[in-house]
């Protein structure tokens, strides 16, 4: 079946540290990959996406890179701010069909300190 | 603000009861999608409509039930609630359905089962 995992949280780091939060997927056919970010008190927003092999996503300074070789989606942001301060969720969508729902990991809380 | 409007914020209620969250999607987004954001299970995927009909469905239980009207509103229908049904409820919707379009999420509704 479809299934997403990423690193466990949380992850605290000071401010204009470098950032990764690694992600790993199984699926059948071919999926898209996204990043969602949820801010306190707040719903998902979307951060990036790819939808095919060695795409890479990118908004607001953070990367992933879809790579079918080794199922991963890892989000990297080379200098974290204060207001990076969220739990990033990966997902993925299903390749084929008509449908969009979407398959998420467990999150991963990030704080950063001043 | 994301578009997507869901009521109420908050609600609380007893074991056994029945509940009906609502959500209104982004103007002109034909796609709705529900989600259960729980501790122990993370982030699922219920069910999702499209133009009033049902598109897929996820892990929904069989005492929850969803509907999407001709205004393109939906309401989820939580009923004989238990204990573990306490979580998040998202709504998302998308302009159309397919892994393509963006999902839009609303900013939830925390149920409560006491």
């Known amino acids: 079946g479809n299934s997403v995992t990423q690193m466990e949280g949380p992850v605290t780091l000071s401010e204009e540290a470098f950032l990764t939060i690694n992600c790993t997927y199984t699926?059948?056919?071919?999926?898209?990959l996204f990043w969602y970010v949820q801010y306190p008190g707040e719903g998902l927003q979307l951060l990036l996406k790819?939808?095919?092999?060695?795409d890479k996503g990118s908004n607001k300074g953070f990367e992933a890179t879809y790579r079918k070789e080794t199922t991963s989606f890892h989000l990297e942001k080379g200098s974290v701010q204060v207001s990076d301060s969220a739990v990033y969720f990966c997902?993925?969508?299903?390749?084929?069909?008509?449908?969009?729902?979407?398959?998420f990991g467990k999150g991963t809380k990030l704080s950063v300190k001043p | 603000d994301s578009g997507v409007t869901q009521t109420p914020k908050h609600l609380i209620t007893a074991t056994g009861q029945r509940v009906t969250l609502r959500c209104s999607p982004r103007?002109?987004?034909?796609?709705v999608y529900w989600y259960q954001q729980s501790l122990d299970q993370g982030l699922q995927f219920l069910i999702q409509?499209?133009?009033?009909?049902?598109?897929a469905k996820g892990n929904i239980l069989e005492r929850f039930s969803a509907q999407q009207f001709p205004d393109l509103h939906s309401e989820l229908n939580l009923s004989s609630l238990e204990l573990g049904d306490s979580a998040l409820y998202f709504c998302?919707?998308?302009?159309?359905?397919?892994?393509?379009?963006?999902?839009?999420f609303g900013p939830g509704t925390r149920l409560t089962v006491t």
């Open positions: 998302a919707s998308s302009v159309s359905s397919g892994l393509a379009y963006e999902q839009y």
């Open positions: 699926a059948t056919g071919y999926p898209s």
């Open positions: 790819a939808t095919k092999a060695d």
């Open positions: 997902a993925l969508s299903p390749g084929g069909g008509s449908q969009g729902n979407l398959i």
């Open positions: 103007s002109g987004d034909l796609s």
């Open positions: 409509y499209y133009n009033g009909e049902e598109r």
